[in-house]
């Protein structure tokens, strides 16, 4: 059953009046609490409700819930918002052309607003807990220190994914604390590493205490795991005003950050608290069943109630109206989706394939049941979120309450494997990597497709190249990638590959030159269910009893507007601070990197 975040009524609005209107005035100094810091963050169930709070700002409508997650790691060499070729603020968000004023984010109550209201709470009650929890003796008050340490990391850490320096506070606003220039990004890294250092010492293991028996409380497992991501995005390439590079701080030099982030993922591969589900398609079953007890491979989700998040209004195969899996009414689902050519580049016996990309959606109900259509080339969704999956029917009109997964078990093995071969050689990477490709495919396969292939890697590049290609079959649709592109220095080089594959894959050459421009159907036995011959290499003889539908729509502004002409991705790799935060910011805020063509 899933928790729910609530706001806990007189706590939180005592405690968190403040930062409410980021537009007029961008911090506001904070009110004081009603009930008294030293009452509330010495109870933990009165500081439980304070640092519940500060999961609210994920879920407010233009926060994570209805801008962030819509948008943030889009485009990419695999996925795509469906209308990014349609000129507009959306697309602009994604091609690499969003501006300060963009119409969809230029908003005081905006995600970037939204973020920073969580810090704040955070950093409330991180003061309180600190100062009144006796944190030490009480392990109920360490944990919930350690989930604030946390959340403010994870708001810190979008923040600095998406817009790259930004104003950093770690101790509540004050008059003097209003106004303030951005941090450097290095002194922020180090920062919330040390921080999660020392939430990781507090938070247990999953399923070690009752706070850490679902995926929707920070464990020790995730805050490690997510420790470790950041010491890879620290050290990794990225956007600086003086252009893209690594940081200079030897503080956050490969060699440590890659050290720091092999030990911590060991530790949590060593602690046995968090594994891979036993098939790829039933870990996205139980996702969309919404499954949150801690301990298989989501190891924290961001929670929203059942009316708040909206990961399958966006992300889910398409429902073209109202039907036997949702009452949301409308074109629900179907808002982004994998790029056309990446469910040929699975292997073709690769389970994880039919699960990421789905060439159908769900079309008009009759008498309230809808059966499945086919697309076309240019139009695939993505299959890990499904309506037709979940336990229960959703009839908001906007939201349908599932989590986001923020993190999975499957990233800590293949970080495990990057660090340990560029540390140790490839032959240190190869069991992580094995592990992974062994859930991917069927036990008679494994001797040819995991362990001959992973042993053929005998060299760091041909190790490294290998990994960059997991991360791509097992996460696409789940947008982390571009970030991941960011960190390898591979962004704009493999957005240009993607669009030579789609040029390829159009005119059937070159690696496409096998892949059929014609599909054949006929219903399952249900009347609902596709029967889809066609859509494997090579599959071009007409089966009887099937209907054909041709295979080969995709137009050329599709392929050219994965980033918009004339911009360079590598470039415009975070957004731009929106214009109603610079102009409220007594000066202290700047863009200062390229803006204009």
Partial sequence: MKYKVIIAGLIISGLLTSCQDFGEDFFDTPAQSTLGDEIIFSNAEL????????????????????????????????????????????????TYNARPDNTEMNSPKNAWAMMYEGIERANLCIRGLRTYGNVKSNKQLGQLLGEALTLRAIYYADLLRNWGDVPVRFVPVVTSTIYIPKT???????????????ASTLVGWPNETSATNSTERVNKAFVKSFRARLAMMASGYQQYPDGVRRSTDPELSVAKMYKLALEECRSVIASGSAHLEPTFEGLWKKYNQEIVTAGGESLWEIPFGDTRGRMLFTLAVKHDTSDQFQQMGASKGGVNGPLPFVFYDYDQVDTRRDVTCVPYKWGTAVSGKAKQELTDLQTWYFGKYRFEWMNRIVTAPNDDGLNKIYMRYAEVLLIAAEAANELEGPGAAAGYLKEIRRRAFAPADQAVKVDAYVDGLTGKDAMFNAIVEENKYEFTGEMERKYSLIRWNLLKIKLDEAKVKMTDLKARSGNYQDVPSTLYYKYEDDGITLDIYGLNRGEIQAPTGYTSKAWDKLEDNKITTLYKTGIDPDKRQFWPIWQTFIDNSNGQLVNDWVIGN
């Fill in 184 to 198: 450097n990004r290095d002194e922020t890294y180090k920062q919330l590493i040390a921080d999660l250092a020392e």
């Fill in 47 to 94: 500081a439980q409700g304070a640092v519940d709070g500060i999961k609210v700002s994920f879920g407010e409508e233009q926060s994570y819930r209805g801008r962030l997650l819509a948008y943030q790691g889009l485009n990419t060499d695999t996925e795509w918002l469906l209308a990014s070729s349609i000129e507009g603020a959306k697309s602009d968000l994604v």
